[in-house]
């Protein structure tokens, strides 16, 4: 599986076109209050924050550093939808000029039919 980084995001994103009113509101709601991995950084679990005006940081220690970057991030989650009791993929590709996000697209937006959850047993 390997690592990644976290992404936390307060900029408005594209909705999928194939989202019900009820997603959108989940899908609001995960881009505010969760965070996406990423496999396009340093992978080395390390949190960066993409903030409204679409200008990349990376955190060190308690502290926020702008993030220079010139290429395409994809970036991904999971959301519960809690009245179909099951999950969603949501991907995005972010593509950033000259350190700043110059367009996201939604590359992937689908239910995980095959995603089982886990009980554990403890004795």
Same mark, same amino acid.
């Given at each position: 599986? #390997?690592?990644?980084?976290?992404?936390?995001?307060? /900029?408005?994103?594209?909705?999928?076109? =194939?989202?019900?009113?009820?997603?959108?509101?989940?899908? %609001? =709601?995960?881009?505010?209050?969760? =965070?996406?991995?990423?496999?396009?950084?340093?992978?080395?679990?390390? &949190? !960066?924050?993409?903030?409204?005006? #679409?200008?990349? !940081?990376? %955190?060190? #220690?308690?502290?926020? %550093?702008?993030?220079?970057? /010139?290429?395409?991030?994809?970036? !991904?989650? !999971?959301?519960?939808?809690?009245?179909?009791?099951? %999950?969603?993929?949501?991907?995005?590709?972010?593509?950033?000029?000259? #350190?700043?996000?110059?367009?996201?697209? &939604?590359?992937?937006?689908?239910?995980?039919?095959?995603?089982?959850?886990?009980?554990?047993?403890?004795?």
């Amino acid at each position: 599986m #390997g690592m990644f980084d976290y992404l936390d995001i307060n /900029h408005d994103l594209p909705f999928p076109e =194939n989202a019900t009113d009820e997603h959108r509101v989940f899908i %609001k =709601n995960t881009i505010a209050a969760d =965070n996406f991995q990423t496999k396009d950084l340093d992978s080395m679990l390390d &949190v !960066y924050y993409l903030d409204r005006e #679409g200008f990349l !940081y990376e %955190k060190i #220690g308690d502290k926020y %550093k702008e993030f220079y970057i /010139h290429q395409h991030m994809r970036c !991904y989650t !999971y959301l519960d939808i809690p009245s179909e009791d099951c %999950k969603y993929w949501l991907e995005y590709d972010l593509k950033f000029t000259d #350190g700043k996000l110059e367009k996201a697209t &939604v590359l992937d937006w689908k239910k995980m039919v095959d995603f089982k959850k886990i009980d554990l047993e403890f004795e």
